[in-house]
């Protein structure tokens, strides 16, 4: 599916909606640290600088909010997260993550979705590092996942071996999220039934 192409039922927008369910937290890079944690064998903590001086991939996607507005051609720089996951040593037993962040937010990701060669743990967007509104120092992006997944001010990857509800997921808001089969919300696919949720993600 190109990544231009529209999801079901979504309207281009032109400009980002800023979200912060739970505040939008000041970041201090001194005490920041990315933690990969959970069913590993090795915990790791990375600094801002260690991600950033790595070689980064950049990539142009399109952006979809469950409350279908989307923005095309965003342009994202960051790293694999399946390479800053990899050293930890992920137990075979995993089999999701949860992305947690500085102010409480959280949201579950499928492992194979987190792991995919184009999910990446980004730092800068349209040429720039994430301004403190749209969550630096860093945040998650799966271009076939809706934008929830993408947990702004992300602090810490959890690996889990059963599901669990993150923050939106507890308003019924789905599982996955995948775009594609309109994974809104939980026990449903290939509808849109805003009515069902408690909040707007
Ligand atoms: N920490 C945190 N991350 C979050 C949210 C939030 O409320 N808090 N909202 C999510 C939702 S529902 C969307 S659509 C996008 C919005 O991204 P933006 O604020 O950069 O437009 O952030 C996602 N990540
Ligand atoms: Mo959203």
Known sequence: MSEQALPPHQVWGRKFIIYGALGIPKVDLSSWKLRVD????????????????????RYVKSFH????WSIKDV????????????????????????????????????????????AL??????????SPEQGFPARPFMPSLYAWKSAKWVNRIELMK?????????????ERGNVWEEERFKGHSGTHQRHRAFGTA
Not at 121 to 130: D, V
Not at 163 to 174: A, P, S
């Open 65 to 68: 909010c469950v409350t279908q």
């Open 121 to 130: 743990m980004g730092f800068k967007l349209n040429g720039k590092p994430l």
């Open 38 to 57: 959970g069913l590993v064998e090795n915990p790791i903590e990375y600094s801002y600088d260690q991600l950033t001086s790595m070689p980064q991939t």
């Open 162 to 174: 059963d599901y669990r509800d993150g923050y939106w997921e507890q308003y019924r808001y789905h």
């Open 75 to 118: 342009e994202w720089e960051g790293l694999p997260i399946r390479g800053l996951v990899e050293p930890a040593k992920v137990k075979p037993e995993a089999g999701w993550v949860m992305f947690h962040t500085v102010e409480g937010y959280s949201a579950a990701v499928p492992i194979e979705d987190a792991l995919k060669d184009d």
